[in-house]
């Protein structure tokens, strides 16, 4: 048995209002889920963002809770990758200049594609990447 793909990634973060205008104002993705003070979801393509309050995730469930999510969470900052084609990354660098949004790093990998990165209101580095840097 092998996993097909990866259904759903999370983040954690330190302030869930301004995720939730960087995810859906900056990055344009759709609001689909969203509890107050624990965490708001969002539509990537054929999968899901998860962003954490991670203190909230700490905290099992209620004995008759109906969804029993097992506690979970992290400290620091995260990674994610947004696959894009070399225009759509052109595009991604003109789009975050003109939101003050510094890229950290902008860079071709030796095996072919490339890379910017930047960050998140929370300090997580965020990447746009060619799928190519993975033979995809």
Known sequence: MTPSAILESALYVTDLAAAEAFYADVLGLDLIGRVEGR???FRCGTGVLLLFNAEATKIPP?????????PHGTVGQGHLCFAASADEIAGWRKHLAARNIAIESDFQWPQGGRSIYF???S???????????WGL
């Open 39 to 41: 965490h708001v979801f």
């Open 62 to 70: 209620a004995p008759d809770a109906r969804l029993k999510v097992p």
């Open 119 to 121: 960050r998140d209101p």
């Open 123 to 133: 300090g997580n580095s965020i990447e746009f990447a060619e799928p190519g840097i």
